[in-house]
C-alpha cells in the first residue's frame, strides 16, 4: 500500500464499484481531497457521483482499491471502526430530505451532535444557531410534518453542519430547492464550510452549483473524465456554440 499525499484530508486510488445487478458504479477512480478544499463531482445522471461519495464516506466498500482519511486507510476498517468516523467526522446530506418524523425540527438537527454525546441543551443550542442561519429557526418547535419540502431539506442541511464535520459529502443538496432558495442555501452551505475549516465533496450535475467550489472533478460512466471545449469550426458563426468532448484522466 502507499501512503497518500498528507495535505489531502481525503485521498483514493483506482476505485472500482460493480452493483449486485452488475451496474458499473465506478471504474478506477482515484483523487485527492485537499483539507478545507470545497471539491465538487461533476457528471450527468448515472455517471457514478453517488457511488464515489458512498465509497469517499465509507457507506460502500470498494470492490477494488483505496481510501484513506486522514493518512488512515478506510478500506481495511472494520465496519464498526468504519461507522465510528462516520459518525464523528463525517457529515452527509442527500438529495431528499429524510428527517425523524416523531421529533421536532431542532431535536432533529441536533440529533449527530447527541449520538457524538453532546449533552441535550449545548446541542439544542448549536442546532438552533443553524436552522436561523438557514432562516428556519421560527420552525425550530415544528415537526416535519409541518415543514415543506424545502423547508425539510433546509432542516438536513442544519443537522449536517452543526457538527462541525470534519468532511462534509453532500449529494446533490439542493435539488429539492427552487433557484432562489438554491442560491441562498449554496452560499450559506459554502460560507460555514470556509468560516469552520469544513472539507466539503459536493455531487452536482448543474454547472452553476460547480462554480461554488475551488475545484471540479468530472465523472462519465464511471470514470473521471477532462471536458475540453473545442473551438468553433471554421464558417460556423458563434451563435451556434462550441462542441465539448469528454477524454479520460
Ligand atoms: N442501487 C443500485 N443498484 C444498481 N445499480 C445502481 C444502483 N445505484 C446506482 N446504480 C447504477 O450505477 C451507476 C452510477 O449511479 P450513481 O447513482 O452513482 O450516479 P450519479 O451520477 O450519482 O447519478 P444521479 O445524478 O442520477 O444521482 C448508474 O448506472 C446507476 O444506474
Redesign the pocket.
Known amino acids: 500500500m502507499v501512503a497518500p499525499p498528507d495535505n489531502d484530508v481525503l485521498w483514493a486510488r483506482a476505485l472500482h464499484f460493480r452493483?449486485?445487478?452488475g451496474?458499473?458504479?465506478l471504474s478506477g477512480v482515484s483523487l485527492g481531497v485537499r483539507e478545507a478544499e470545497i471539491l465538487a463531482v461533476s457528471?450527468?445522471?448515472?455517471?457514478?457521483?453517488?457511488?464515489?461519495l458512498r465509497c469517499l464516506a465509507g457507506l460502500l466498500p470498494p470492490h477494488s482499491g483505496e481510501v484513506w482519511f486522514n493518512s488512515v486507510p478506510v478500506h481495511t476498517m472494520s465496519p464498526v471502526t468504519r461507522e465510528r468516523l462516520r459518525r464523528d467526522r463525517f457529515g452527509w446530506i442527500d438529495?431528499a430530505p429524510v428527517l425523524v418524523p416523531e421529533l421536532n425540527v431542532w431535536e432533529n438537527a441536533a440529533l449527530p451532535l447527541m449520538l457524538r454525546g453532546t449533552g441535550r441543551s449545548r446541542a439544542r443550542t448549536a442546532a438552533v444557531e443553524w436552522l436561523e442561519r438557514l432562516d428556519i429557526g421560527d420552525r425550530a418547535r415544528r415537526h416535519p410534518g409541518e415543514l415543506t419540502h424545502a423547508e425539510r431539506q433546509r432542516v438536513c442541511i442544519a443537522r449536517a453542519l452543526a457538527p462541525a464535520p470534519t468532511v462534509l459529502f453532500a449529494?446533490?443538496p439542493t435539488a429539492p430547492l427552487h433557484r432562489v432558495d438554491r442560491a441562498h442555501v449554496l452560499r450559506t452551505l459554502t460560507t460555514a464550510a470556509r468560516s469552520h475549516g469544513i472539507t466539503v465533496v459536493l455531487?452536482t450535475?448543474d454547472a452553476q452549483t460547480a462554480a461554488l467550489a475551488d475545484r471540479t472533478v468530472s465523472?462519465l460512466d464511471?470514470r473521471r473524465v477532462r471536458t475540453v471545449h473545442l473551438p468553433p469550426a471554421p464558417g460556423s458563426g458563434e451563435s451556434e456554440g462550441r462542441a465539448a468532448c469528454s477524454l479520460s484522466v
Not at 43 to 52: D, E, F, M
Open positions: 452493483y449486485d445487478d451496474s458499473p458504479g457528471g450527468p445522471r448515472g455517471s457514478g457521483k453517488t457511488t464515489l438529495p449529494d446533490e455531487a450535475h465523472l464511471g
